[in-house]
Every structure is written in C-alpha cells, then in structure tokens.
C-alpha cells in the first residue's frame, strides 16, 4: 500500500528565509505532484514531476524529485507572506487506464511572519 | 475557461438523511475524482471515473457511498443514511492525462447534524 509523508507538517518561518519541505513516499512512482491550499479554498496545481531528476521551479519555489530515494523537495527562497498557505505532495499510485490515484501526504502548514 | 463546479457549496442535514453532491468537470477532461477532506483524515481518493472504463471504487468507505457518472461527464455522489463521521469536505477534480495536474472544484462542505 502506497504510503506518503510530509515534514514538517507546520512550519513558521520569516520573511527572506529559506526552507524545505519533505515528501517520502513508501513504493515506486515517478509520478509526484504538489499542491498548494489556501484557508477554505481549494487545492491548485503547483507542479508536475513525471521522471527522476525532474526539478521544476516558479518565483520562489523550486520542486525536485528523485525517484531512486522515493523523495521529492519544496524549497522556498526568500520567504514572502503571500507564500503563506498548505502545501501537500501527492503520488500516483497508477490507476487503470491511465487515470491518476493520488496519494497525498498530510499537508504542511505554512506560516511566514513579516 | 470555465473550471471544475460542484453544488451545493455547503449542505447540511440531518443523520440519517441520503445526500447527492454534484460535479461539473472542466469540459473535455476525461477522468474524473471524488476525495474527501477532513481534519482528522487529510484527503482521502473515494472513486475515480476515467472515460468509459469502469469505475475504480476502491476508497469509497462503506457501502452508503455510492457515485455516478453520466455521459462522461457530470458526476454525483451519494451518500446514504448519513452518519456524524461523514462530515468533511468532498472535492471533485478532473484532469484530461495522466501527465497533467488534475483541477479540483471548490468542494461542497457537508455537516451532519
């Protein structure tokens, strides 16, 4: 059974700070993606990491994944407020006919003080 | 263009009652999820619809779940004989391949009084 893992799960931080968060997961996949939540919104699309070694990067978030490890990385350079929300990785556990069967991780809570 | 729509926003009944949840899948998307969210659960996949495959139904809880997807498009959940623990958020997402993102509604917050 496809298991996944986020640290930490809340995370504050100031503005201008770097930081990571984790997500292991606990079978084969090459296929991760990650979301970001904001308070009583839905999930939105943040990036897609289809193959090992695959780094995608927009404004101050980098995402990495590195299949062999089962581990993909959010990184986040020089904090803003505005990045504050719930970012959650999801792995595709391979769904029958081509469809996707995510697994999140628990969500890690974000918080970046001015 | 137009995004995933679900309805209602917000429903709330009482134990015992059959609920129906319906979503609207961003146009020419050919799978569809349901998951549901909850503080103590995170999100939970409850069934997948992908073209005119079987259904992949293996989350759904117990046997009061049950979904539809008619025409390839317009899903509903229903949820029978409510209980307090279904009380969460159910999204619905739709994505077009499976190298894509899915797109999540704004989900229907149900509360079973």
């Known amino acids: 059974e496809l298991k996944v893992e986020q640290n930490p799960l809340f995370l504050s931080m100031q503005e201008g700070k770097n930081y990571t968060i984790y997500c292991n997961y606990s079978?084969?996949?090459?296929?991760l993606y990650w979301y970001r939540q904001d308070p009583g919104k839905s999930l939105e699309s943040l990036f897609v990491?289809?193959?090992?070694?695959a780094v995608k990067q927009e404004g101050r978030l980098m995402a990495s994944l590195d299949t062999k490890a089962r581990l993909s990385t959010l990184h986040i350079t020089a904090a803003v407020h505005d990045l504050s929300a719930t970012y959650f990785c999801?792995?595709?556990?391979?769904?029958?006919?081509?469809?996707?069967?995510?697994?999140f991780g628990q969500g890690t809570r974000l918080t970046i003080n001015p | 263009g137009a995004g995933v729509s679900q309805s209602p926003s917000n429903k709330v009944t009482e134990k015992g009652k059959d609920v129906e949840l319906r979503c609207d899948p961003i146009?020419?998307?050919?799978?569809l999820y349901w998951y549901r969210q909850s503080l103590g659960q995170g999100l939970e996949f409850l069934i997948y619809?992908?073209?005119?495959?079987?259904?992949?139904k293996s989350g759904l809880p117990s046997d009061r779940f049950s979904a539809e997807r008619t025409g390839g498009s317009v899903s509903t959940l229903t949820i029978q004989r409510t209980q307090q623990e279904d009380s969460a958020v159910y999204l619905c997402?739709?994505?077009?391949?499976?190298?894509?993102?899915?797109?999540f509604g704004d989900g229907t917050r149900l509360s079973i009084l």
């Open positions: 619809f992908q073209g005119n495959s079987a259904p992949d």
């Open positions: 990491l289809l193959s090992n070694g």
């Open positions: 999801a792995v595709d556990g391979e769904g029958l006919q081509g469809a996707q069967k995510l697994v």
């Open positions: 997402a739709s994505s077009y391949k499976r190298d894509q993102p899915q797109h």
């Open positions: 146009s020419g998307h050919t799978a």
């Open positions: 079978t084969t996949s090459d296929r």
